[in-house]
């Protein structure tokens, strides 16, 4: 079955406290994007990825890292968390800019 | 920069009305693509329909039907008759092709509750 899966569904850590949420797609798709849902702002981009090896800054990139070293994966990287990044958040992968993306089923994430 | 405005922030009906969804878009780039998606209650993000900016025909699917008017910079979303399982977030999106726009920008949801 075509989808994208992000782990864990749930967290709760404490501020400063390193972590990392994984997310794959086994559709083998080239594009690979990390959003965070906030009530009244929709889904913004974190970071987005064309490739392996090729990651680029979306709106809202401040706090946190990427990496793409392989196709199927993207993990999404909270050094040291906030407060303020208390969110859901949304793995996505499409083939290419002209095709609707897959979403994981979403990381509620709450950082105390 | 590309942009996508969704002005109706939440829309209350009764069971069986018609309702009309918003979507206001902006970019600079002739093709480009459109989006919208739903998010019920469980949370996850339900792809509906995918328009090219070439392609002004509109889409009726069932119940839904999409309107696209590049004149406005408008892709409206239309639930006739519309049911209790409609209630959900719709989220319109842009993708743009040029540049290092690469990304798919989303609104800021309209949160429809429907009403038995």
């Known amino acids: 079955e075509a989808q994208v899966t992000q782990n864990p569904r749930y967290l709760i850590t404490v501020t400063g406290k390193k972590l990392t949420v994984t997310c794959s797609q086994n559709?083998?798709?080239?594009?690979m994007s990390w959003y965070r849902q906030d009530p009244g702002l929709g889904l913004r981009q974190i970071y987005y990825s064309m490739n392996v090896e090729v990651t680029d800054k979306g709106d809202v990139p401040e706090g946190y890292k990427v990496s793409r070293k392989e196709k199927r994966n993207f993990p999404l990287i909270l050094e040291s968390p906030s407060p303020n990044q208390t969110s859901l958040y949304f793995c996505?992968?499409?083939?290419?800019?002209?095709?609707?993306?897959?979403f994981g089923q979403g990381t509620r994430l709450t950082v105390v | 920069a590309q942009k996508v405005t969704q002005a109706q922030t939440e829309i209350s009906v009764v069971e069986k009305e018609d309702v009309t969804l918003d979507c206001v878009y902006e970019?600079?780039?002739?093709?480009?693509?459109l989006f919208w998606y739903k998010q019920p209650p469980s949370g996850e993000l339900v792809f509906l329909i995918r328009r090219n900016s070439f392609d002004e025909q509109n889409e009726i699917s069932g119940r839904y039907s999409w309107n696209f008017q590049k004149s406005t910079s408008s892709f409206n979303f239309t639930i006739t008759a519309s049911q209790v399982v409609d209630s959900a977030v719709y989220f319109c999106a842009l993708s743009e092709v040029s540049g290092s726009a690469r990304q798919l920008t989303f609104g800021s949801g309209t949160q429809l509750t429907v009403l038995p």
């Open positions: 559709m083998n798709h080239e594009y």
């Open positions: 970019t600079r780039d002739t093709t480009y693509y």
């Open positions: 996505a992968s499409r083939w290419g800019v002209n095709t609707e993306a897959f």
